[in-house]
């Protein structure tokens, strides 16, 4: 049984995220195999790019039902990124077939995935804080709102907007209050870029992995 996987769905830079888990001592694997998905104990889902294209993959790859599986089984699952956005339920990003109709997603956080105001420079790219809605093992020990909270680094064009405000974990201010941190049970989602944010982003993992103990007991 493995321990933690990180998902391959060919949309992330699984490099990265792979040597930042490793850092904070954890032992993951990487694959794309819905077996070995199924007998995880958690779950790290990364991703960048485009909404569409990615869901088409997960969808090809034969890997939803085994991504809601394992959200149903209650692992501690953490999306980053594009993987934050495809835990939604539909995004306004058009897909490559320019059909119009809204790209779906897993639906584990009802929602929708949007995209900035044509007044914001976009792609949103660079550092930024984020400010927890509540305490929360995901951010133990990272800067919190009343101090204006951590930086962690972001790119991205498109923001979740969860239906559920208790779904809703932390926000961070572009131009306006956007939700850049979810969670429902031990499914937890983060917009930035953990494994790119340097000592606040190797907490942040860290602090999941203690989750992921947690869990076990």
Known sequence: MSSLVIIDSECANLSSIYKAVKYVNLEP??????????SARAIIFPGVGSFAHAAS?????????SLLGAITAGIPFLGICLGMQLLLSR????????SNKPAEGLNAIPGEVKRFPAELPVPHV???????????????GLEQSSNGGAYF??????????RNQTHILGYTDYGFPF???VKKGNLYGVQFHPEKSGPAGLRLL??????IADNRD
């Open 91 to 98: 995004s306004e990003e058009i897909g490559s077939d320019n």
């Open 29 to 38: 694997v990487i694959s794309d195999d819905s077996k070995t998905i199924a």
């Open 153 to 162: 680094y972001f790119t991205h064009s498109y923001y979740a907007q969860p």
């Open 206 to 211: 860290s602090n999941f992995g203690n989750i």
């Open 126 to 140: 660079g550092w930024n804080r984020v400010m927890p809605d509540h305490e929360d093992p995901l951010f133990r």
């Open 179 to 181: 939700t850049s941190a």
């Open 57 to 65: 993959l997960i969808s090809r790859k034969r890997l939803t039902g």
